[in-house]
């Protein structure tokens, strides 16, 4: 298996536009997971979903943030309109099941957001 | 709440030198612990894990053992080597929790030739 794979791997962009990030996840993974990574706050989960179905999104920083997995092999963290404080690594985990101890998450490599 | 507490980096070591990373944590259940690994450029991946109070995990040559009597699950290695330099996340999985996985801030880890 070719592990979770996100694109970009980096991206760019001017302050209001918008970032669209993607991940597969790796097949038969019922779990997906979204994290930010940044000095100041470490690790942060965003949202996850379970067999496509959003679960807890309270991590999700505010209304700029969307996220969707319309299929079990791909998922899409949006921000519209970016801004500046939006920099930082986005993670996509996924993991087959969530029983205690099971719990093993894969990550991507990450996608390196920066906002001028 | 859950929360993981770990030293502070970053650790900069020589090559052979002894490592240890201190982790604890506070859970409202009977929580799994692990230890993850962040590679320069990459993404995390799991190093070891715990899923019971007085196991040992092991990898690589880390070691850590759940100590649940001191909250703690501290990550050794005798003899540390250029490649182990990453940054290391203690985690915990809290079954009382829904098994969200909770993250520590992170050590980062260098070591010398």
Known sequence: ?116 | GDSVTQMEGPVTLSEEAFLTINCTYTATGYPSLFWYVQYPGEGLQLLLKATKADDKGSNKGFEATYRKETTSFHLEKGSVQVSDSAVYFCALSDQAAGNKLTFGGGTRVLVKP
């Open chain 1, 1 to 116: 298996d070719a592990g979770v794979i996100q694109s970009p791997r980096h991206e760019v962009t001017e302050m209001g536009q918008e970032v669209t990030l993607r991940c597969k996840p790796i097949s038969g993974h019922d779990y997906l997971f979204w994290y930010r990574q940044t000095m100041m706050r470490g690790l942060e989960l965003l949202i996850y979903f379970n067999n496509n179905v959003p679960i807890d999104d309270s991590g999700m920083p505010e209304d700029r943030f969307s996220a969707k997995m319309p299929n079990a092999s791909f998922s899409t963290l949006k921000i519209q309109p970016s801004e500046p404080r939006d920099s930082a690594v986005y993670f996509c985990a996924s993991c087959r099941d969530r029983v205690s101890g099971a719990n093993v998450l894969t990550f991507g490599a990450g996608s390196r957001l920066t906002v001028l």
